[in-house]
């Protein structure tokens, strides 16, 4: 589950793992371990117990569904292991372009959220990965949690400098009263 305040000019795109070796190396395991974003990283900040710090990436080879990274200046096992946990960021200028219509699924975490008709549905806690696509966590007005998935069907616009999401989503109970039909209209045919 992703849970971050928004940063203009980093993003989130993972976590270091245990140490590979003796010489520094250690596993980073990336949020979205399909991406090749990270095949030609020159740099990344890590960020560990309040504190980051930039570091120079002198080499980062894929492995099954993490990679194995050495950070100028990690040059044995314990320094490596120390930096174990933390949080890898980078640079939102070094990645790609973003199409219209596309937003960063960290992002979403702390948007207020707005149905298309204007009403407040709350606030995105957190975001989480079903198997089949991430949903965002919104805590609404009245305290209640709901799950909204971030599909194209249900996410209008994301506007993350301004802290917006709006939906066009309905909660459970409203989509499912729209579904049954009227009392009156099953009595006329036959079916009560």
């Known amino acids: 589950m992703a ?45 560990r117990e309040g504190q980051s710090r930039l570091y120079v990436v002198t080499s980062m080879r894929p492995v099954a569904d993490a990679y194995v990274a050495h950070l100028e200046g990690v040059d044995d096992r314990e320094a490596a292991a120390a930096l174990t946990q933390a949080e890898v960021r980078i640079a939102r200028a070094d990645l790609p372009p973003l199409e219209p219509g596309e937003y960063f699924i960290e992002d979403v975490v702390g948007c207020a959220v707005e149905h298309e008709d204007g009403r ?43 802290r917006k999401m709006r939906v066009s989503w309905q909660e459970e109970e409203e989509a499912a009263s729209e579904g049954e039909p009227d009392d009156e209209e099953d009595a006329e045919d036959g079916d009560v």
């Open 3 to 47: 849970a971050a305040n928004y940063d203009p000019d980093t993003l989130s795109v993972g976590v270091l793992g245990r140490p590979h070796g003796v010489r520094g190396d250690i596993y980073f395991r990336p949020h979205n371990p399909k991406s090749r974003a990270f095949d030609d990283l020159a740099q990344l900040w890590l960020v």
């Open 120 to 162: 407040s549905l709350g606030v995105v806690r957190a975001t989480l990965w079903n198997g089949a696509h991430d949903l965002a966590e919104i805590e609404g007005p009245d305290g209640r949690e709901h799950l909204i998935p971030l599909v194209p069907e249900f996410v209008v616009s994301v506007d993350a400098p301004g």
